[in-house]
């Protein structure tokens, strides 16, 4: 029987896309609530909001606003919520000890949220960069170098203080090397080893750091 042109292709993958309940069924990927984590950043103050300007719809709250969201994240079904702090200037030094202070805006949000008694899990970023008045994310050596493992001291101890405000998932955000195995090794000694650590992907061009 000759080939008839007209059946060319005999691949035709519009056949899987052509109705509602086919693409349901075929369909490898599914992006829904579940896999999503809404971060928050917050800032001090009282029933206070400030427009990011570089990222339209976003929003700078303060404690009391961040714990109306993580009530309206449990309600979507979102698994989770992810805390990023904007340190008052007064508060910034070339060592960032700020971050290890237990009662520094981001332990306090994070106490406020837990203490609601929601079934959504919080996440907080560990890093130097919104408590080191140089703005990089490490203690510097005399050199003027980011000092590495003098960094991941302060890290641990920045997870501790966190995973003791009841943060669930640590997630470094810095780019020390050896900080997830120390930081895995300083919550398990403290006691915190239910306390989970994420990954972040490498960021270096971005205009997400417009929030802080």
């Not at 086919?22 to 984590?37: G, K, N, S, Y």
């Not at 079904?77 to 981001?106: H, Q, R, S, Y």
């Not at 050896?178 to 061009?205: C, E, M, P, T």
């Amino acid at each position: 029987m000759p080939h008839n042109i007209g059946s060319f292709p005999t691949t035709r993958l519009r056949r899987l896309r052509r109705t509602q309940w086919m693409r349901r069924m075929v369909a490898e990927h599914r992006l829904q609530a579940d896999d999503l984590i809404w971060p928050l950043f917050v800032q001090e103050g009282d029933n206070k909001r400030t427009p990011v300007a570089s990222l339209p719809w976003v929003e700078r709250l303060s404690i009391d606003l961040i714990c109306n969201a993580a009530k309206e994240a449990e309600t979507l079904g979102l698994p989770a919520i992810a805390l990023f702090p904007v340190t008052d200037e007064n508060l910034k030094t070339p060592n960032g000890e700020e971050a290890t202070n237990p009662d520094n805006l981001i332990c306090r949000a994070v106490k406020a949220v837990r203490a609601l008694g929601l079934d959504i899990g919080i996440i907080c970023d560990v890093a130097l960069d919104p408590y080191t008045s140089h703005g990089q994310d490490g203690v510097l050596g005399a050199d003027g170098e980011v000092a590495n493992d003098a960094t991941v001291e302060v890290l641990c101890e920045q997870a501790i203080a966190q995973a003791q405000a009841g943060c669930d998932v640590i997630a470094p955000s810095d780019m020390m090397d050896g900080r997830v195995g120390a930081i895995r090794a300083a919550l398990d000694d403290a006691g915190f080893q239910h306390v989970a650590i994420l990954s972040y992907a490498a960021k270096y061009a971005s205009g997400f750091y417009g929030p802080f």
